[in-house]
């Protein structure tokens, strides 16, 4: 109401200057000059009317952008609140065996990859082996304890687009993991390493003739550790592959952890979404010798995870389950 001020100003000298020059006392020199300081008044209060409203108009803008920017942070932290939930409700995902095992958190893209995961249909128990009903999931185990139907072939088979070094029809692959593959090949590559597929995908009746072969060669106990029985096998999933370098004469050895390639292969795989599969001094974990050219691709989280916390894909399933290590040993 401040603003009216000047303008009741104005109509008061108005009338005053009306007054005056209808009073016929006053000479006309005084009139003038009570005139002119009437219109120097005059302006004044029509200025200090237009800086009130301005002024008025600029505290009302003002008030408004601070109402505004209160109601946006209101949604912001709303918004962060819920975010932080989420999060929460991801990391706690995580069972506390894990947690007090690793002692390292899962990364939030670790959650994200394993948020769907049913970790319940998983069976560590190699005296009671189980019908894998979860086939073509990402990660999907193939041990002693897990075996796959008599007809299964995997989705998505493709060859992947590096050279293959092996024999007969073995480079096919599922493309998520060919994809991954050749990154890794082409990684290692521009950094002089020479890495190539000589074994990815078998069929069950490939590895029907395979294992028998060895059987009569080693007797079926020997050849147990090393190799798997039809239907049984990882090769089954389309998801790993037997790797190897001209250092090797592109053949399979434990002698390849102690090449470059082989020492490359170790320190980087997890960064292109593979692991060691079957790492040294964990065949009672795994059921198999030391392979250091077997990679495994379950993606560059859960790999990762697992290169830093040195488990085994047994042992982080059965943690996650709350189970003791012990419990899932071979006997």
């Given amino acids: 109401m401040l603003y009216l001020i000047p303008i009741i100003i104005f109509f008061i000298l ?16 005084y009139k003038i000059l009570i005139s002119i300081i009437s219109l120097v008044l005059t302006s004044m209060a029509i200025v200090m009317s237009i800086q009130f409203i301005d002024n008025h108009s600029k505290n009302q803008t003002t008030k408004n952008h601070i109402k505004t920017t209160k109601v946006n942070n209101i949604k912001s932290n709303k918004k962060s609140s819920k975010k932080t939930t989420q999060q929460q409700k991801l990391i706690s995902r ?10 390292i958190q899962w990364s939030p893209e670790l959650e994200k990859q394993l948020k769907n995961v049913d970790f319940s249909k998983y069976n560590f128990d190699t005296k009671n082996p189980k019908l894998i009903t979860n086939v073509n ?27 293959y070094y092996g024999g007969g029809n073995r480079n096919q692959m599922r493309k998520i993991a060919a994809d ?10 521009s950094q002089g ?20 072969n060895y059987a009569k060669k080693h007797g ?52 292109f979404g593979f692991v060691i599969r079957y790492p040294q001094n964990k065949y009672d974990i795994v059921g198999y010798t030391y392979e250091p050219w077997h990679i495994r691709y379950l993606g560059i989280p859960l790999a990762s995870y697992l290169h830093q916390t040195n488990l085994t894909f047994e042992e982080f399933l059965a943690l996650q389950v709350g189970k003791n290590l012990e419990e899932i040993r071979i006997k």
């Fill in 14 to 29: 108005l009338i005053m200057l009306i007054l005056i020059w209808t009073t016929q006392k006053l000479k006309q020199t």
């Fill in 94 to 103: 995580q069972s506390k065996a894990m947690l007090d095992y690793t002692k």
């Fill in 137 to 163: 999931d990402l990660l999907v185990l193939a041990n002693k304890a897990n075996y796959f139907p008599k007809d299964f072939v995997p989705i998505n088979l493709v060859n992947p687009k590096t050279r």
């Fill in 180 to 189: 991954a593959l050749d990154n890794l090949i082409y990684q290692a590559s």
């Fill in 193 to 212: 390493i020479n890495i190539k597929n000589v074994s990815a995908y078998r069929s069950i009746q490939y590895q029907a003739g395979l294992f028998n």
């Fill in 220 to 271: 079926i106990a020997a050849a147990n550790k090393f190799s798997s029985k039809p239907q049984f096998s990882e090769h089954h999933t389309g998801l790993c592959a037997d790797v190897s370098s001209p250092s090797m004469n592109w053949l399979l050895g434990k002698n390849y952890i102690n090449t470059i390639e082989g020492r490359w292969l170790a320190q980087n795989a997890h960064k």
